[in-house]
């Protein structure tokens, strides 16, 4: 079975990408375990981080916002509790905190890059797979959508989307979309609403790669969730074709900003 040539080209691209981190799997780990808690806790200075937020100084329920080492309007929500990502159990736990709304809070730091406030539809946020990844610490990548999928999500919205899980191609990639309402995320939490909709198979929700975008609706303001198995870094690189398959969600997200330009 043929592999999505866009799939295809966006793996190749993710893999062949240089990375800051890639020498270290752990690095996201490290920056804010060794480096952003320490300074907090010593000075109430979050450096190397933008931000440390820990309700109640509990770790468990804490986050960082850390500017991503590429540049541009990019940054990344990590958990100050340990986590792997997006398979990781702990996520499914009613104690554990919605990292996605959370990341969404986060978004006004685009607007510090950029210079201008970012409409709510131009912003995307995304979590790989632990097939695609390249790094072992949870982190949501908070950037703006690319135009070409920022037209597609709108055309789609427009006619296709509902409050249910149905499919919707973007840029011929296979998702499944769900419609949300609502200024926040609350307590819409992406994670859990794809564990349900994955069932008795939620244990390959790591295969998953999630896509949470601002919308303007014409019945109001919302998100677009979208969902899909993704393929491996070691599937592109040795030429193993599969159908069915969508692109990591970070290859949806534009650090330029160039769709609110």
């Not at 800051?20 to 300074?39: F, G, K, M, N, T």
């Not at 804490?62 to 509790?81: C, E, N, Y």
């Not at 198995?229 to 599969?242: Q, S």
Request: proline share 7%.
């Amino acid at each position: 079975m043929a592999m999505n040539p866009v799939v295809r080209a966006a793996l190749i691209m993710l893999a062949a990408a240089p990375s800051a981190y890639a020498a270290d799997r752990d690095a996201l780990r490290h920056i804010v375990q060794d480096e952003c808690l320490p300074h907090w806790r010593q000075q109430h200075e979050p450096a190397p981080c933008e931000r440390i937020v820990l309700p109640g100084l509990d770790l468990q329920r804490g986050f960082a916002v850390l500017s991503d080492r590429k540049g541009g309007a990019h940054f990344l929500l990590i958990p100050t509790l340990v986590m792997s990502g997006i398979e990781d159990p702990a996520l499914l736990r009613e104690q554990t905190p919605n990292y996605f709304a959370a990341a969404w809070q986060a978004r006004e730091r685009l607007d510090a890059v950029v210079g201008h406030r970012l409409r709510r539809d131009a912003i995307g946020l995304a979590i790989n797979s632990a097939r695609a990844r390249g790094q072992d610490q949870l982190h949501i990548h908070i950037e703006c959508l690319r135009p070409a999928v920022y037209q597609a999500l709108h055309t789609a919205a427009a006619y296709a989307t509902g409050s249910h899980w149905a499919p919707l191609a973007v840029e011929e990639s296979p998702f499944r979309a769900l419609r949300l309402m609502g200024q926040d995320l609350g307590d819409a939490n992406p994670f859990l609403l794809l564990a349900d909709d994955l069932h008795e198979s939620r244990h390959s929700i790591g295969d998953y790669t999630v896509i949470v975008a601002g919308m303007e609706f014409k019945e109001g303001p919302g998100f677009l969730v979208l969902a899909g198995p993704t393929p491996t870094r070691a599937e592109v690189l040795l030429g193993i074709r599969k159908s069915g398959l969508v692109a990591p969600g970070e290859t949806l997200l534009d650090a330029s900003c160039a769709v609110d330009r």
